[in-house]
């Protein structure tokens, strides 16, 4: 293993969930800056609804 992906690595293991999903949904899944910001903000209000009585 080279050097270069053993500190990827060790730097993605200090990332938060939030950001670890964000770079999945940029580079795995192929979403542009757009569609995470849309997904995200649909998941904070979906989140924001379930807390209303």
Same mark, same amino acid.
Request: hydrophobic residues 30%; charged residues 45%.
């Given at each position: 293993?080279?050097?270069?992906?053993?500190?990827?690595?060790?730097? @993605?293991? *200090? @990332? *938060? /969930?939030?950001?670890?999903?964000? @770079?999945?949904?940029?580079?795995? +899944?192929? *979403?542009?800056?757009?569609?995470?910001? /849309?997904?995200? +903000?649909?998941?904070?209000? +979906?989140?924001? @609804?379930?807390?209303?009585?």
């Amino acid at each position: 293993m080279r050097v270069e992906n053993i500190s990827i690595k060790e730097e @993605l293991k *200090k @990332l *938060k /969930d939030r950001e670890k999903i964000i @770079l999945k949904m940029r580079f795995f +899944y192929g *979403k542009t800056q757009m569609e995470v910001a /849309d997904e995200e +903000y649909h998941k904070r209000r +979906y989140q924001e @609804l379930k807390k209303m009585p």
